[in-house]
């Protein structure tokens, strides 16, 4: 045990020392564990999204007080394998894996408050190295190895979205514990989130990233990486996982940190792409006409859906949909 333990914190030390590419403001030294930590997570609400319909009916104000693992669920309904954990399992194991983060990160805050500069001097960061840490080491969630590809080379139809349990949350939750960048960083804020962490998701280019935005801080966290937890700038996500224009930015609203609506969208963009996989074209197209309403500022939504309707399969655009390869 006293091994194990040691492990754990030179993994932690490790981490913290991973590039300050943000500089973090002097009053957060003197940040008060007491004030901050643990919030409990929004109501729902009560029946208002027992199914995909049901939750793309509820006016957008109404979003936010639904569980980000409900609406990640929801997007894949038909798509996941007999004997996938439903949606109150899933809720209660994130609950569950949420506690033991607290546990975690209120028994060696200690650490935090005797050398904070190993950490950034940033409270949010620690926070999150404890959440990254405790996911793979005591809940053993991992990238799949079998969607493990080098961006240079990538192709379009690799059979990334061929199975649902890589890109949603469902995999990571289940008895394999495996998920990619669609749902590793989902599952981040929305344990995050139960602890009233002020996480956003955010889209670049092919990827899905996390960000700490609030509590007066403001930084990324990469979810999907082989390290416990990276920090990186926007302009990172300019260049990685592709090279991202400023007309693709403005056109696709990369960097940008979304709001409810938005995430739905990209879930559902992630749906599409599994039923694409599926030769499912009809509800793809559904899926995406969806994604576009939700996320008017988002072409690739209206590229993917154009192309559904009025092109064969093999020449369906994919190189600007922001769920291409998430």
């Not at 003197?30 to 997570?41: E, K, L, P, T």
């Not at 001097?121 to 793979?136: D, E, H, I, R």
């Not at 499912?280 to 899926?287: C, D, F, G, I, V």
């Amino acid at each position: 045990m006293r091994t194990a333990k040691k492990t754990r914190w030179r993994r932690i030390g490790a981490a913290g020392a991973v590039g300050a590419l943000l500089a973090c403001a002097a009053l957060l030294v003197s940040f008060r564990w007491a004030s901050n930590h643990v919030r409990a997570a929004k109501n729902p609400v009560p029946g208002a999204a027992a199914s995909l319909a049901q939750l793309l009916a509820l006016p957008a104000a109404q979003l936010n007080r639904v569980p980000l693992a409900t609406i990640n669920l929801l997007c894949s309904e038909g798509l996941s394998p007999p004997g996938s954990p439903g949606i109150e399992g899933c809720q209660s194991t994130i609950g569950a894996w949420a506690k033991r983060v607290q546990s975690e990160t209120e028994r060696h805050w200690y650490r935090f408050h005797q050398a904070p500069a190993e950490f950034e001097n940033s409270p949010g960061f620690f926070k999150m190295l404890m959440l990254a840490v405790v996911l793979a080491e005591d809940c053993g969630v991992h990238y799949s190895e079998a969607r493990k590809t080098d961006p240079a080379t990538a192709g379009t139809r690799d059979g990334f979205f061929s199975d649902a349990r890589d890109v949603f949350l469902h995999g990571l939750l289940g008895p394999e514990r495996r998920g990619t960048c669609s749902s590793l960083p989902v599952l981040y804020v929305a344990v995050g989130r139960e602890l009233g962490y002020p996480l956003k998701l955010v889209t670049t280019k092919a990827h899905l990233f996390v960000r700490w935005e609030g509590q007066g801080e403001r930084f990324n966290i990469e979810a999907a990486g082989e390290r416990a937890v990276n920090r990186f700038s926007d302009d990172y996500y300019r260049h990685w996982p592709f090279e991202v224009s400023p007309g693709e930015e403005a056109a696709e609203g990369y960097l940008n940190s979304l709001n409810p609506s938005e995430e739905l969208a990209v879930f559902l963009s992630i749906r599409a792409m599994c039923l694409i996989e599926a030769g499912r074209q009809s509800e793809a197209a559904e899926a995406f006409a969806a994604a576009a309403r939700l996320a008017p500022g988002c072409q690739g939504y209206r590229q993917m859906l154009a192309g559904l309707q009025g092109r064969p399969k093999a020449n369906i655009p994919r190189a600007n949909n922001p769920a291409d390869r998430l």
